[in-house]
Every structure is written in C-alpha cells, then in structure tokens.
Nanobody
Framework: VQLVESGGGLVQPGGSLVLSCAAS????????MIWVRQAPGKGLEWVST????????DYADSVTGRFTISRDNAKNTLYLQMNILDPEDTAVYYC?????RGQGTQVTVSS
C-alpha cells in the first residue's frame, strides 16, 4: 500500500485548498477512504470518510459545510476540497486506508 498526499500549503483565513492522495498497491475503488489530520501538539482527528461503491460521505462537525471529500476511482485518487479555512484547520493532513497512512501534507492557515 502506498498513499501520497499533496496540495498543502500556506493559506490565509477564508481561503481554499484542494488536497490530493494518490493511492496504489490495492484496489482503490473497493475500499472506504478517510482523511484525518493532526494539529500541532494534538492527536489524530478524523475529518471525513467516503465509502466505496456509492461514494456516500461523512464529515466531522468541525468541517461540515466547508470541506468536501471525493474520489476518482479511474485515477486511484482521493481529494479533499477545503473552503473557508480557519486557523483551527492548521494541521498535517493524511489520507488513510485501513491502518495505513501516507506521509501527510501540511496545511497552515494564517494571515
């Protein structure tokens, strides 16, 4: 299993970013995929889940209405569209497949 996140960076409050996660080593389309994040000095926090098949989604209360998870099974890629970013969203973001995570991508929200 290999998961490679990208798309992070420095953004001002209220801004947007799109994170990507390129997956390989497993049948991507058959599995639930998850985004989690870890803020400085804090533990891992679940952000969002997208199911296989019908691609139904679920979100943490803290990101509902601002973040959108999606997947492109043809490209074996998971996405996280993040809008109206807040300094509280500053964290390393990871995509997760079962027990595996990538190296993460840093998102910093600051003016």
């Amino acid at each position: 299993v290999q998961l490679v996140e990208s798309g992070g960076g420095l953004v001002q409050p209220g801004g947007s970013l799109v994170l990507s996660c390129a997956a390989s080593g497993f049948t991507f389309s058959s599995y639930v995929m998850i985004w989690v994040r870890q803020a400085p000095g804090k533990g891992l926090e679940w952000v969002s889940t997208i199911n296989a098949g019908d691609s139904t989604t679920d979100y943490a209360d803290s990101v509902t209405g601002r973040f959108t998870i999606s997947r492109d099974n043809a490209k074996n890629t998971l996405y996280l569209q993040m809008n109206i970013l807040d300094p509280e969203d500053t964290a390393v973001y990871y995509c997760q497949h079962r027990g595996s995570r990538g190296q993460g991508t840093q998102v910093t929200v600051s003016s």
